[in-house]
T-cell receptor, first 115, second 109 residues
């Protein structure tokens, strides 16, 4: 059971470039989310999805797009990379009921540097 | 506003007991999670409290007082592998997690 798989694990971009971070889970979880983690700060929610075809913005959505065409996949797109987007990105999923998202299962993280 | 407060760093000795405190202010409350995160790795789930009191799970216990906006994580019989960051995350009225910056726990032999 692979759990949550993120690719790539490391990426260096130049300012203005675009890229997609891939996330896939094989646990049939309805809830999926993207976080960024910066030194000295808590995890910050970028976007999340409660099921295929449904996405919503989190705390820091600017500069990022997401889509959820299948239950398994939840890619994160950086539209025009900026140095402020240098961070570690985590994809996380959980089973979801109407009132409780449950414990989160995280991918290994994607370390992005924007020059 | 929503706020989480936990110590930045703590040091403890192998075999000892350590308590990591977390105070929080959130818009509504739907439980509180603790996660462990080793350096360079992803967070992993430790515990979830929704009612007041102590939840025990092996060497780890978590306590919640909703009226005080307070939780702690208690680690017993510390091992070197417990060196990690511990993240406190209450869930607000929208069922979104509000993450603290984490407490880095250093275990010394």
């Amino acid at each position: 059971n692979a759990g949550v798989t993120q690719t790539p694990k490391f990426q260096v971009l130049k300012t203005g470039q675009s890229m997609t971070l891939q996330c896939a889970q094989d646990m049939n979880h309805e809830y999926m989310s993207w976080y960024r983690q910066d030194p000295g700060m808590g995890l910050r929610l970028i976007h999340y999805s409660v099921g295929a075809g449904i996405t919503d913005q989190g705390e820091v959505p600017n500069g990022y797009n997401v889509s959820r065409s299948t239950t398994e996949d939840f890619p994160l797109r950086l539209l025009s990379a900026a140095p402020s987007q240098t961070s570690v990105y985590f994809c996380a999923s959980s089973y979801s009921t109407d009132t409780y998202t449950g414990e989160l299962f995280f991918g290994e993280g994607s370390r992005l540097t924007v020059l | 506003g929503q706020n989480i407060d936990q110590p930045t760093e703590m040091t403890a000795t192998e075999g000892a007991i350590v308590q990591i405190n977390c105070t929080y202010q959130t818009s509504g409350f739907n439980g509180l999670f603790w996660y462990q995160q080793h350096a360079g790795e992803a967070p992993t789930f430790l515990s979830y409290n929704v009612l007041d009191g102590l939840e025990e799970k092996g060497r780890f216990s978590s306590f919640l007082s909703r009226s005080k906006g307070y939780s702690y994580l208690l680690l017993k019989e510390l091992q070197m592998k417990d060196s990690a960051s511990y993240l406190c995350a209450p869930m607000d009225s929208n069922y979104q997690l509000i993450w603290g910056a984490g407490t880095k726990l250093i275990i010394k032999p």
